[in-house]
C-alpha cells in the first residue's frame, strides 16, 4: 500500500494530458533496416549466434512496426511489450558489460540478449512511446526492493491510465503487470520521464541534486546514443573472462 500511495502522492506526481508517440519516440526504439545485419554480425560470435540475434532484433522491429500492435488498447500493448521484452534474460551489468553500472539501449539489449533492470524498463519506455503510449503515461521508478530474499536497489516502468490513477508496474523480476498496490516489495524513492530531463524537473529536491545528476546524464546518454547511430556495445566472451570482469562479479550483489 505504502508505494501505491507514494506513487499516487506527492512523490511521484503525473501531470499534462495524453499525448501521441513523437517522431523521436518512434526513431529512437528502431534500428533502419540496413543495420540489422550489421549489428547481428558486430555483436555475434558465429554464424549461429548471428542468426538468433537477427532473428530478435527482426521480432523487435515487428513488434514496434506493426500496425496490428498499433491498434491495441493500452492494455493490450502493455501486456505485448512485457511479455517480450521479459523474454531477455537478466544479466548483471559485471557480467553483461564487466563495469558496475551500464543503461543500455534498447537495441543492445535486445542484440546481447541480457540486461538488468533498468535496461528492461528503458526497453519497455521506449517501446510504448513507439506504439503511442503518451510521455506523460509512463515513468522510469528509482525504488528499493525486497523481493524472494533479494535486497537492493531496483528500477521498473510504472503505467499511469490517468493522472492520479493507480500505476500499473512493469518489472522484470515480478513479470506479471501489477498494479502498484500489491507490490509491497517495493519502494519508491524518485522518478522520470522524458520530460522531467527536458524541462530538468528533477525528482525530489530533498535528495540533493549531486545525487540526482548521474541519473539525469545517463538517461539523456541513453537517448543521445539512440539517436546518433545506434552504436551498439558488446563484450567477446573472452573479454568478460579477464579477472577484472571476474572481480566485478565477484563483488556485486545482483550477480551472484
Not at 501486456?79 to 559485471?94: G, S
Request: net charge neutral.
Amino acid at each position: 500500500m505504502r508505494f501505491a500511495m507514494l506513487l499516487m502522492r506527492g512523490l511521484l506526481l503525473l501531470g499534462g494530458a495524453a499525448a501521441a508517440a513523437s517522431p523521436s519516440a518512434v526513431e529512437f526504439a528502431r534500428i533502419e533496416e540496413w543495420q540489422l545485419q550489421q549489428v547481428a554480425d558486430t555483436v555475434g560470435h558465429d554464424d549461429a549466434r548471428r542468426q538468433l540475434i537477427r532473428q530478435r532484433l527482426d521480432g523487435w522491429q515487428l513488434l514496434l512496426d506493426s500496425p496490428q500492435n498499433r491498434a491495441l488498447d493500452d492494455a493490450g500493448k502493455l501486456k505485448l511489450v512485457n511479455d517480450f521484452v521479459n523474454q531477455t534474460p537478466f544479466q548483471c551489468d559485471a557480467a553483461q558489460w564487466c563495469v558496475e553500472d551500464y543503461w543500455a539501449t534498447p537495441i543492445e539489449l535486445i542484440a546481447n540478449h541480457g540486461g538488468d533492470c533498468e535496461d528492461f524498463a528503458i526497453a519497455k519506455f521506449y517501446a510504448l512511446r513507439a506504439l503511442g503510449i503518451a510521455d506523460e503515461q509512463l515513468r522510469m521508478i528509482y525504488a528499493r526492493i525486497e523481493y524472494r530474499g533479494v535486497k537492493g536497489s531496483h528500477v521498473v516502468l510504472a503505467y499511469y491510465a490517468a493522472p492520479g490513477a493507480e500505476p500499473l508496474i512493469l518489472d522484470n523480476m515480478d513479470k506479471k503487470i501489477s498494479p502498484a498496490t500489491t507490490r509491497s516489495d517495493l519502494t519508491p524513492v524518485f522518478s522520470f520521464n522524458l520530460k522531467d530531463v527536458r524541462t530538468e524537473r528533477l525528482w525530489p529536491a530533498a535528495l540533493g541534486k549531486e545525487a540526482l545528476n548521474p541519473w539525469r546524464d545517463t538517461w539523456q546518454a541513453v537517448g543521445q546514443a539512440m539517436g546518433s547511430g545506434q552504436t551498439i556495445r558488446f563484450l567477446t566472451p573472452a573479454q568478460r573472462d579477464t579477472p577484472q570482469c571476474k572481480a566485478l562479479r565477484a563483488r556485486s550483489t545482483w550477480c551472484t
